[in-house]
């Protein structure tokens, strides 16, 4: 379920929520000066996990996120109104993305390397 509107505890939560079943793979998280973002420490703290913040206007900062949307843009164009897109069209455009191929991960889809980390997990 999207989050609705840009509250940092909602956000914080979620984040939280989300990770916290592989928080002992989750090393560090970058993230934009958003207001969304205010809660971090919060986040830091549950996760045991250090956060940065990318400069402005240094979207090479976060290269693997600017890749992604515009990967995103070629099923959602920009200037759409994102509150129109229903949660099937969301999840299929997220399937077809995690199970890309990317070159910049040695040709491993998201899934693959995320299913890795899962098996480390179980090793651990």
Known sequence: MPLQGKQSD?????????????KSQVLTITYDNGKEFADHELMAKALETDIYFAHPYASWERGINENTNGLIRQYFPKGMDLRDVTMEQAQYVMDRLNN????????????ELFKGLQVDLLAA
């Open 10 to 22: 909602k956000l914080a939560q979620a984040v939280i929520d989300v990770m916290s079943g592989i």
């Open 100 to 111: 890309r191929p990317r070159s910049s991960r040695g040709g491993k889809t998201p899934n």
